[in-house]
């Protein structure tokens, strides 16, 4: 158990050490969008009923920055010691693949709700928005920190070079995070997008995590929780596969 | 009595490279051994398999009597490992560093311990300093405290002396002699016979994957008749290049 806590720990230490790059710089740019957007879309019609177009967009983008900081969080950690060579520290320890999985997804768990706490809090003078489901909004924050520290350890365990985990972040992670709804909500989207946003876990976290807030949403919590819980089993269950074979870490 | 290091049939092929050849070895506990090798010769692919870091295709290889597979929680606990690569992590500071690599092994208390190996390894006023700031000497002498700091029975130092100044290789041999007489057992690569000569008891040369010597220091040095490690590795190498032509 203290290796595992002396791992999460480390972890923990290593993003706060430069949080002007980890914690500031999400909820400066987090800031910016909400500013802009805001503005633009001030004139547009109410997405929900009584509901403003700001204080609609402040759950969607608190949650991208915590997905993207999530996933931030497990990979650059994980595909910086491979390229410097420094994971042999922790390879050489007795941590068993389940502490060293759940090490880096507590920690991008940590960073992910840091951020979108900091970023709620933040926006919250400028725009206050109700907390009509509290238990849900924990709910999906952890969920979503989960699911995408997961997916962080997955890419940092495949990728070799810095280039490969842009890839991740350029190709996969943007796009998830874009496509998701928080910007908008997916019954405005044309049929085959409409669609297409239905299969991507992304957008029922961004759901669920908004009924939290506004209690409104474009499906039920309930159906997002089945389906964002899914996912995490499902990508913890193959990461943790891939640990225990030792696959792109142990030659 | 437990051998420190069992290795038994231990195959390895990277690819097209057939880099160890069913390699057999056995450490006693409380030894000073060397591997000895040219560049290629398997020596670092041989630690890897012992300190799990890679995956034999074949064989068994154990520490302190447990399998580095099978046991390897119990394995690791048992083994130091100074790795050859100068690497270390940008974060943190030296103490940091130890403190962190000690809580892996799951020890709370450690700082008497870290104390004596940052004075042994002339360390101490380096210890808030970070790790980015050391030079390559003072990152090696990191490594090899990060490889004492749970107190493993067997070391294993893989070239711990490249690129170390003559003070600090006298300083950190006479701490490794002093963890050797308080039990540890110490298997040493090194491409300074010299240090192997006078330090090591027993000698293992590989060459091609395959170990093509193995016996005391002294009955080594007695058997060709030459007058030092580094004649008989030549004389050695020389012998197995005329086999192969054979």
Redesign the interface.
């Known amino acids: 158990?203290?290796?595992f806590?002396?791992?999460f720990?480390?972890e923990v230490?290593?993003f706060w050490?430069?949080s002007l790059q980890t914690v500031l710089a999400p909820l400066i740019s987090t800031l910016l969008y909400l500013l802009v957007f805001s503005h633009v879309m001030a004139d547009h019609a109410e997405v929900y009923p009584g509901v403003s177009y700001a204080a609609f967009l402040v759950p969607g983008l608190a949650m991208m920055s915590m997905l993207q900081n999530a996933f931030a969080n497990s990979s650059s950690s994980l595909v910086q010691?491979k390229v410097?060579?420094?994971l042999?520290?922790?390879?050489?320890?007795?941590?068993?693949h389940w502490e060293f999985y759940w090490a880096y997804v507590l920690a991008a768990v940590v960073r992910g709700v840091l951020v979108g706490s900091v970023v709620v809090l933040t926006v919250w003078f400028f725009f206050p928005i109700p907390g009509r489901e509290p238990l849900w909004i924990v709910v999906f924050a952890l969920l979503a920190t989960i699911l995408s520290g997961s997916l962080g350890v997955l890419a940092g365990i495949w990728a070799e070079k810095f280039d490969q985990m842009a890839a991740w972040q350029n190709f996969i992670v943007l796009p998830l995070t874009f496509l998701s709804g928080a910007f908008y909500s997916i019954h405005s989207l044309p049929p085959f997008w409409h669609t297409l946003s239905r299969f991507n876990p992304f957008f029922y976290v961004i759901d669920g995590f908004r009924y939290g807030f506004l209690g409104n949403s474009d499906v039920t919590p309930w159906q997002s929780l089945l389906i964002v819980g899914s996912a995490c089993l499902a990508l913890s269950w193959t990461t943790l596969a891939l640990l225990r074979s030792?696959w792109r870490l142990?030659? | 009595m437990t051998a420190a290091i069992e290795i038994r049939g231990a195959d390895k092929r990277?690819g097209t490279v057939h880099a160890l050849k069913s390699v057999d070895l056995t450490v006693e506990a409380g030894d000073f051994f060397a591997l000895l090798g040219p560049n290629g010769a398997g020596k670092t692919t041989l630690i890897?398999l012992l300190?799990?870091?890679?995956?034999a295709d074949a064989g068994t290889l154990k520490v302190m009597g447990f399998d580095v597979g099978r046991d390897?929680?119990?394995a690791?606990?048992n083994?130091g490992?100074v790795?050859q690569?100068l690497?270390?992590?940008?974060?943190?500071t030296v103490r940091?560093t130890l403190e962190?690599?000690s809580?892996?092994?799951?020890?709370?208390h450690n700082d008497d311990w870290i104390d004596d190996i940052l004075d042994n390894l002339q360390l101490a006023d380096k210890a808030h300093a970070n790790m980015r700031t050391l030079s390559g000497g003072m990152k090696r002498r990191v490594l090899i405290a990060?490889a004492l700091v749970h107190r493993p029975p067997v070391i294993v130092l893989d070239e711990p002396t490249a690129g170390v100044d003559v003070e600090l290789r006298q300083s950190l041999w006479k701490f490794i002699q002093r963890l050797n007489r308080e039990g540890h057992t110490i298997l040493l690569t090194t491409h300074y016979l010299e240090e192997a000569e006078s330090l090591c008891r027993r000698v293992a040369i590989l060459k091609q994957g395959q170990v093509v010597a193995l016996d005391t220091t002294q009955h080594l040095l007695q058997s060709r008749a030459l007058g030092s490690l580094e004649d008989v590795f030549v004389a050695i190498m020389q012998d197995s290049e005329l086999k192969v032509g054979a």
Not at chain 2, 87 to 92: G, H, K, N, R
């Open positions: 158990m203290r290796g806590l002396t791992l720990f480390k230490l290593r050490k430069v010691s410097t060579g420094n042999v520290f922790v390879l050489l320890t007795p941590l068993s030792g142990r030659t | 990277f890897n300190a799990g870091l890679s995956v390897y929680q119990q690791r606990r083994l490992v790795p690569e690497v270390f992590d940008p974060f943190f940091e962190i690599q809580g892996y092994f799951g020890l709370k990060q």
